[in-house]
């Protein structure tokens, strides 16, 4: 036999404490359980509280399979299953296509990466260049302009001028579209790890309410029950044989 007021031993240590407390939400709720209507009448919940610490090992057992299942799915939320890990081969490994394929994917990242590095100096410098030239020429044609006699150069260079600016405003253009299409070909990559560890805690706590919900119903209300029945002597819990 367990001693009065032990806490349940076969329960995980951070368990036992969560086990009183749901004892002590029955019995401070038990006035308002028809069922339980003889506690304070002959048997107080001082005395009830340590047989039903008492017969822990017996209520428990009506919940098992739901404290199992709590316990199981904690400690997946504590102790996540580590990703799988990248193939590594030694230097000296001789799976056949392995260091060619390594080397044709490295070729084809770097060709990638230096691909997409002058395009994205010459998205940058092109419209700086050509609006440098462009303010040049217009600048140059029309300070000609304003000689006396007009020589007749100054019209081709303002010209140039302003093709120049066309080609800048083309640029800037280019340059926007192809920052858009990027943004769409590489959206943001949702990181899950949140949300699975969102989804896991939800479950937990389903898991703990299950636990709760079977201790009470199933363990704790039909050992009171017996113990509070008028012609019983001692409390006959109806558990699972």
């Known amino acids: 036999m367990y001693g009065y007021g032990s806490a349940p031993r076969h329960l995980l240590s951070e368990d036992r404490q969560e086990y009183e407390r749901i004892l002590d939400d029955v019995l401070r709720s038990a006035p308002e359980r028809p069922e339980l209507a003889g506690v304070g009448q002959w048997l107080y919940p001082e005395l009830l509280r340590p047989m039903v610490l008492n017969a822990t090992a017996l209520i428990t057992v009506a919940a098992a399979s739901e404290y199992q299942h709590y316990v199981k799915i904690r400690n997946e939320l504590r102790h996540p299953a580590p990703s799988t890990p990248s193939s590594f081969h030694e230097p000296g490994s001789t799976e056949p296509g392995t260091g060619t394929m390594g080397l044709v994917a490295s070729m084809g990242e770097a060709s990638e990466t230096t691909g997409a590095g002058v395009g994205a100096v010459a998205a940058v410098l092109t419209p700086v260049l050509t609006g440098m030239a462009s303010a040049i020429f217009l600048l140059v044609g029309y300070l000609l302009k304003m000689v006396d006699p ?92």
Do not use: C, Q
């Not at 020589?151 to 001028?161: E, L, R």
């Not at 120049?164 to 990181?191: K, M, Q, S, Y």
């Open 150 to 241: 007009d020589p007749g150069i100054a019209k081709t260079i303002v010209t140039t001028g302003w093709v120049f600016g066309a080609v800048t405003a083309a640029a800037i253009l280019a340059a926007v579209v192809g920052l858009l299409l990027t943004a769409l070909r590489n959206p943001p990559a949702l990181d899950a790890g949140p949300y699975d560890d969102l989804d896991l805690t939800k479950e937990v706590a389903r898991a703990k309410d299950a636990w709760h919900d079977a201790l009470v119903e199933r363990g704790i209300m039909p050992f009171l029950r017996d113990a509070l029945a008028p012609d019983s002597t001692s409390p006959d819990f109806g558990g699972p044989e």
